[in-house]
């Protein structure tokens, strides 16, 4: 089966600080992609990184970074330094080769307290 | 560029009225089109998505439809509305629905009374 997990509900951290937010995937396929997508409070979602399954490279963005591990099925994202703007419900998703469909995690809610 | 728009933003609906929320894309073309619902606090959930023009593939059982007359154009519609119809519904697009990313809509949250 097909499967995201994102097993934290809701983070609240400091702002300055470091925060991960998990996600745990299941797939038989071979051959998937890997997005994080970010949900500020105006709703409208807005795409952050998307990782094939053939590239374990980790990816950095300023202030964000993604830690993708085949071995552990999870594509972690990371913010260093977090600011108040980078609340919002964070989503992952994966999308595989045989359909049209994103699955999607639950969605973690960060809050980042000034 | 490409846009997507989706309308109307806010709406408020007494039970067993209909409902007609619209959404289009410019900048593209044969796009794939989709239809999620959000209810408070919850993720996402896969309402409809249509591949090209009159096709169109519904993943929740349920009082809602979706159509979509032109290639840039998906409606999402119900008869009678229930008060679990009640949620934020958003509106997506992609070129590439294995690889590409989606692109959303600004939502339209319907509250149902």
């Known amino acids: 089966a097909q499967k995201v997990t994102q097993a934290q509900t809701e983070i609240s951290v400091v702002e300055k600080e470091d925060v991960t937010l998990d996600c745990v995937y299941e797939?038989?396929?071979?051959?998937?992609?890997l997005f994080w997508y970010k949900q500020p409070p105006s709703g409208e979602l807005v795409f952050l990184i998307r990782?094939?399954?053939?590239d374990e490279q980790n990816e950095i963005s300023g202030r964000y970074s993604w830690n993708f591990q085949k071995s552990t099925s999870s594509f972690n994202f990371t913010i260093t330094a977090s600011q108040v703007v980078d609340s919002a419900v964070y989503f992952c998703?994966?999308?595989?080769?045989?359909?049209?469909?994103?699955?999607w995690g639950a969605g973690t809610k960060l809050i980042i307290k000034p | 560029s490409q846009t997507i728009h989706q309308w109307p933003a806010t709406l408020v609906q007494p039970v067993g009225s209909p409902l007609s929320l619209e959404c289009t894309v410019e900048?593209?073309?044969?796009?794939?089109l989709y239809w999620y619902r959000q209810a408070a606090g919850r993720g996402l959930q896969l309402l409809f998505y249509?591949?090209?023009?009159?096709?169109i593939s519904s993943e929740v059982p349920q009082n809602l439809s979706a159509s979509r007359p032109q290639d840039r154009q998906f409606i999402l519609s119900s008869k009678k509305l229930l008060l679990s119809d009640s949620g934020f519904y958003l509106c997506?697009?992609?070129?590439?629905?294995?690889?590409?990313?989606?692109?959303f809509g600004e939502g339209s949250r319907l509250t149902v009374l």
């Open positions: 997506a697009w992609t070129e590439d629905a294995n690889t590409g990313e989606l692109f």
């Open positions: 900048g593209t073309s044969n796009p794939n």
């Open positions: 249509s591949v090209g023009i009159g096709q």
């Open positions: 797939t038989r396929d071979t051959t998937y992609y």
């Open positions: 990782r094939n399954s053939f």
């Open positions: 998703a994966l999308s595989q080769d045989s359909n049209y469909q994103l699955i």
